[in-house]
T-cell receptor, first 111, second 116 residues
Framework: RKEVEQDPGPFNVPEGATVAFNCTYS??????FFWYRQDCRKEPKLLMS???SGNEDGRFTAQLNRASQYISLLIRDSKLSDSATYLC????????????FGTGTRLKVLA | DAGVIQSPRHEVTEMGQEVTLRCKPI?????LFWYRQTMMRGLELLIY????????DSGMPEDRFSAKMPNASFSTLKIQPSEPRDSAVYFC??????????????FGNGTRLTVT
């Protein structure tokens, strides 16, 4: 079993739709969590950090559920420009500084 | 501000040749990471440094891979000898631990390696 798991998709949604991705992690000691976005043939870029109380940045909302060991990303009012792969990232903490990536969820927003 | 700088952007080499990938982290960042990305395995952490010291190299696939960080502004990842299965995109990333584990990673543009 992988330490960080994501549904690879693809998720094909129409413009304006709301879409949600989940990511599960197996290490209960994991300290911090992030969502990254990666466009085709580009480097991953930070979308947002995920805080324990949940956080929002414009159309994007991230939530953390430590009891069930998953994080989620909600995108409202999808834009064509949101089409990308979304990577879930977990920092193991506990004396290590390892950032472990999920394999990503592909999103395609359709006109 | 300059981001993480990697070179070369593309590298095509023949099996058996030595390959050296280079990375300049963001100035002031105290952590540096090397990742490899393939379609099959996604992003895999190879090795990371803290203050130029290798901390964890458990992701380095074989002895053919080595990494160094001689100073705070430069790191190399070397593959010798290279094999076709090493073909991948290699990313360097850096981080500043001012927020501890909440500090995000900043990636370079990557080096696309093809070994024929």
């Amino acid at each position: 079993r992988k330490e960080v798991e994501q549904d690879p998709g693809p998720f094909n949604v129409p413009e304006g739709a709301t879409v949600a991705f989940n990511c599960t992690y197996s290490n209960s000691a994991s300290q911090s969590f992030f969502w990254y976005r990666q466009d085709c043939r580009k480097e991953p870029k930070l979308l947002m950090s995920v805080y324990s109380s949940g956080n929002e940045d414009g159309r994007f909302t991230a939530q953390l559920n430590r009891a069930s060991q998953y994080i989620s990303l909600l995108i409202r009012d999808s834009k064509l420009s949101d089409s990308a792969t979304y990577l879930c990232v977990v920092n193991r903490g506990s004396g290590t500084y390892k950032y472990i990536f999920g394999t990503g969820t592909r999103l395609k927003v359709l006109a | 501000d300059a981001g993480v700088i990697q070179s070369p952007r593309h590298e095509v080499t023949e099996m058996g040749q030595e390959v050296t990938l280079r990375c300049k982290p963001i100035s002031g960042h105290d952590y540096l990471f090397w990742y490899r990305q393939t379609m099959m395995r996604g992003l895999e952490l190879l090795i990371y440094f803290n203050n130029n010291v290798p901390i964890d190299d458990s992701g380095m696939p074989e002895d053919r891979f080595s990494a160094k960080m001689p100073n705070a502004s430069f790191s190399t990842l070397k593959i010798q000898p290279s094999e076709p299965r090493d073909s991948a995109v290699y990313f360097c990333a850096s981080s500043f631990s001012d927020r501890g584990y909440n500090s995000p990673l900043h990636f370079g543009n990557g080096t696309r390696l093809t070994v024929t």
